[in-house]
């Protein structure tokens, strides 16, 4: 019943900028958390930027300086403001989002994922 849905990414030349959208709908009261994961071949899935209701971030040390994650509480929207790509950030980036639904409860969902290529 709820979907979560990324898009914005493509190929990009380093010291380029993108910027992801994380669209979740359905059965949503508000979002709790919300993070970014990327995931290249043949490496683990790691954790790129979080945030949470009361408006804490994190960020990898990799991203520090470069990537703003923010959302839109009234839309159930986020977005992952990428600038200063370097290969090494190439990947698919997935959006994870901790909701609360019309039944009060917390219900973890994963976006499809969307590709970032990052290449001269």
């Known amino acids: 019943q709820v979907q979560v849905v990324e898009s914005g990414g493509g190929l990009v030349q380093p010291g380029g900028s993108l910027r992801l959208s994380c669209a979740a709908s359905g059965s949503i009261l508000s979002i709790n958390v919300m993070g970014w994961y990327r995931q290249a071949p043949g490496k683990q899935r790691e954790l790129v930027a979080s945030?949470?209701?009361?408006?804490?971030?994190n960020y990898a040390d990799s991203v520090k300086g470069r990537f703003t994650i923010s959302r839109d509480n009234a839309k159930n929207m986020g977005y992952l403001q990428m600038t200063s790509l370097k290969p090494e950030d190439t990947a698919v980036y997935y959006c994870?989002?901790?909701?609360?639904?019309?039944?009060?409860?917390?219900?973890?969902?994963w976006g499809q994922g969307t590709q970032v290529t990052v290449s001269s």
């Open positions: 945030t949470t209701s009361g408006g804490s971030t």
């Open positions: 994870n989002v901790v909701i609360r639904d019309s039944y009060d409860r917390r219900l973890r969902y």
